[in-house]
């Protein structure tokens, strides 16, 4: 059966929790008084539809329906959810939660998304609310706050899960929740650093996207601080660094006491967490995860994957002179994103790598990025690899390009992907040359034709690789 959900006010918050409902099969029914609510949701689904799938390898389910409501009442009738995300603003809140309770079904679950208040703030005025504090995107973050009463928490929790959130319920309220008070207390000091003229918002920006904010992304503080230790761990951090909590490090000067107690606490509860791992495990996981974001980051070019980007620029290319040699197309180590369940190089990676020592040639023959903007390129018509050993995770390919012709629009490559002195794979490839305006094959420019020639020369002496007669299944 279709779960319902009603979203009461449709703006950043509440069009993200629309999202994020729909998308996971639910019908959603919105309440906002808005003119312009139905347009600012269409507008947020529209960016939702293009990332939240693009998160998963399966179909998400079916999209659930959407529909638009005059009235609350209306809204709420029939649903098993309803979020209220209007401003924060407490009279309001206890205005809008007050009209829900009447309305909404005994057994819906009633979550506010409310930053700051309290669930005993928000029920103050008796109506049945628990706060259910998400993040912006909604549709793509996970971290969902539970605060409020114990039954309608695990209600909400199992609900949460089944459209792919992570509840974290608060073992008792406080205001602005767990999250908010992390990030108000960081905002705090931000803004004293800007004030005290320290730094500048970027220079703040690059102290947190450049370094800790990557490992507090897939790790957080206190996992990141274990290894911090060292082999000794916790317990050994926290004796190097406890002390600084009594030095002026933050305005902030409200600290706990540093006693054997509390460090007892922090080394216990950071045994249970990350105990079962070794440093070296979890620096190998760290590593991991930081290839992965930064290899992400790098592809937009945003915060430390700017730095990378810009860096790879900078990183020599092999000069690729036409002779008889092959010319080195890549030279690269195989980064962890690129593993299957094996701890080997996913089939699809070796196609990368081909296509890479195709763009790399493409370059060196005159046809790179300032070609391509300029409105022409060469697109892949057909490829066939052919896998001849494995490769691990770490080890460095090279990749040597042979032109088996390059005459007209044609192009027909041949690279060897190799390690150390075994081909690992080869892939044929054959391109034409295409006018990007009019998306029709034509001849390249003289200047790339003249070189992608002399290479087909000096290649032509070369034998021609076993590989290029095969077809699949043919016997080696
Ligand atoms: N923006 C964030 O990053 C963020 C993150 C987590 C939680 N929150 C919380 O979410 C809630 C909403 O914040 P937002 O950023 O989406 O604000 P917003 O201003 O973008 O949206 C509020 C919406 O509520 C509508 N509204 C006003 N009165 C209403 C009423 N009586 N009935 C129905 N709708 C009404 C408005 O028309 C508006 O579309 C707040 O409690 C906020 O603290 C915000």
Not at 87 to 94: G, I, S, T, V, Y
Not at 233 to 262: C, I, N, S, Y
Not at 396 to 402: I, S
């Amino acid at each position: 059966m279709t779960h319902k959900a009603a979203i009461i006010g449709g703006g950043v918050i509440g069009g993200g929790w629309a999202a994020r409902f729909l998308l996971n099969g639910w019908d959603v029914a919105v309440f906002d008084p808005h003119p312009e609510a139905r347009r600012k949701i269409d507008e947020v689904l529209a960016g939702a539809r293009r990332a939240l799938p693009a998160l998963y390898d399966r179909a998400l389910p079916p999209e659930g329906a959407l529909s638009f409501h005059d009235t609350l009442a209306d809204a709420v009738a029939g649903a098993d959810w309803v979020q209220e995300s209007v401003p924060e603003r407490l009279d309001l809140k206890h205005r809008v939660l007050a009209e829900i309770d009447a309305a909404a079904p005994d057994h819906a679950v009633i979550g506010s998304s409310t930053s700051g208040f309290k669930p005993s703030d928000l029920a103050a005025q008796g109506a049945r609310v628990i706060v259910a504090h998400p993040f912006n995107p909604v549709y793509l973050l996970p971290l969902v706050e539970l605060a409020g009463e114990a039954e309608s928490c695990a209600r909400a929790d199992t609900l949460l899960r089944g459209i792919g959130m992570r509840p974290l319920t608060l073992r008792r309220e406080i205001d602005a929740h767990i999250a908010d008070r992390l990030l108000e207390a960081v905002w705090r000091e931000c803004l004293w650093l800007l004030t005290d003229g320290i730094a500048t918002t970027e220079e703040i920006d690059d102290a947190i996207r450049m370094g800790f904010g990557l490992r507090w992304a897939q790790m957080g503080i206190f996992e990141t601080y274990r290894i911090a230790g060292g082999e000794a761990g916790m317990r050994h951090f926290m004796e190097q660094f406890g002390p600084a909590l009594e030095w002026p490090w933050t305005k902030l000067m409200d600290v706990p006491e540093f006693t054997p107690e509390l460090v007892d606490l922090i080394a216990g509860q950071s045994d249970a967490q990350s105990g079962h791992m070794s440093i070296r495990e979890l620096e190998r996981l760290r590593d991991d995860n930081l290839v992965g974001i930064l290899r992400a980051l790098r592809k937009t070019g945003a915060g430390a994957g700017g730095v990378i980007a810009e860096h790879e620029r900078s990183l020599g290319q092999a000069e690729g002179i036409p002779q008889a040699a092959l010319v080195e197309t890549v030279r690269r180590a195989v980064p962890q994103t690129w593993a299957d369940y094996n701890g080997h190089m996913n089939e699809a990676h070796y196609l990368e790598i081909g296509a890479q020592a195709t763009d790399r040639f493409m370059e060196m023959i005159g046809a790179g990025p300032d070609y391509i903007a300029a409105g022409k390129s060469y697109f892949t018509v057909e490829n066939h690899l052919c896998y001849h050993d494995e490769v691990k995770v770490g080890e460095t390919l090279v990749v040597t390009t042979q032109v088996v012709a390059g005459a007209g629009k044609k192009m027909h490559l041949f690279h060897r992907i190799c390690r150390g002195e075994v081909v690992a794979a080869t892939m044929e490839t054959l391109l034409l040359h295409v006018d990007l305006t009019t998306r029709r094959a034509c001849p390249p420019e003289a200047g790339v034709e003249r070189t992608l020639t002399q290479y087909a020369e000096a290649h032509a002496g070369l034998d021609a690789p076993v590989e290029l007669a095969r077809h699949v299944g043919a016997k080696r």
